[in-house]
């Protein structure tokens, strides 16, 4: 007589133990993972703004006029709202670049003399203005290296900022 039993699946207890280690797992996980891509949300939106940047300062070396980043929602006309679709346009109003707006929930300030409404780079690449510091907030939380900061001479640099985010909610 044969006495060896093959078991072929797993028992009520096995299955219930393994499903509470699975849903612990992502207990642990999931908050995380939000955290990871709120931060890569964060940085690439800093990215893109430095992108652009440098993208309108090459723009008025080559052209050899003068440039202007901007956030506009009826080009070519300037607004103050950071937060709106930026474009960068030529002495003529020629538009050559066209972003699309931040999402709901995140907010971009500039901090600049004389305007808060654009950044000017003239036929050398230098800003017209002086420097000018963005401050990107997402929710109402502070990100680490929430700042860009545009020297005159039109580098780019990230700092963190002391500027507290107030709450954003659209």
């Known amino acids: 007589m044969n006495?060896?039993?093959?078991?072929?699946g797993i028992s009520l207890i096995e299955l219930l133990i393994g499903i509470l280690l699975l849903s612990f797992m992502l207990s642990m996980a999931v908050p995380a993972w939000q955290h990871m891509l709120g931060r890569y949300k964060h940085q690439r939106t800093l990215h893109r703004l430095a992108?652009?940047?440098?993208?309108?300062?090459?723009?008025?070396l080559l052209h050899q006029t003068t440039m202007t980043l901007c956030p506009s929602?009826?080009?070519?006309?300037c607004i103050a709202q950071w937060q709106s679709p930026l474009i960068v346009k030529d002495t003529h109003d020629h538009i050559l670049l066209h972003t699309p707006a931040l999402?709901?929930?995140?907010?971009?300030?500039?901090?600049a003399f004389p305007s808060n409404r654009y950044l000017q780079?003239?036929?050398?690449?230098?800003?017209?203005n002086s420097n000018g510091t963005f401050t990107y907030c997402h929710g109402n939380h502070t990100p680490q290296d929430n700042q860009l900061v545009?020297?005159?001479?039109?580098?780019i640099r990230y700092q963190s900022g002391t500027t507290q985010c107030k709450n954003n909610k659209a």
């Open 73 to 77: 929602t009826t080009p070519p006309t």
């Open 51 to 60: 992108q652009l940047i440098t993208t309108a300062r090459s723009l008025s």
């Open 103 to 111: 999402d709901s929930g995140e907010s971009l300030t500039l901090s």
């Open 150 to 155: 545009v020297s005159r001479s039109g580098r």
């Open 3 to 8: 006495t060896f039993c093959t078991q072929r």
């Open 121 to 128: 780079f003239n036929a050398v690449g230098l800003l017209k």
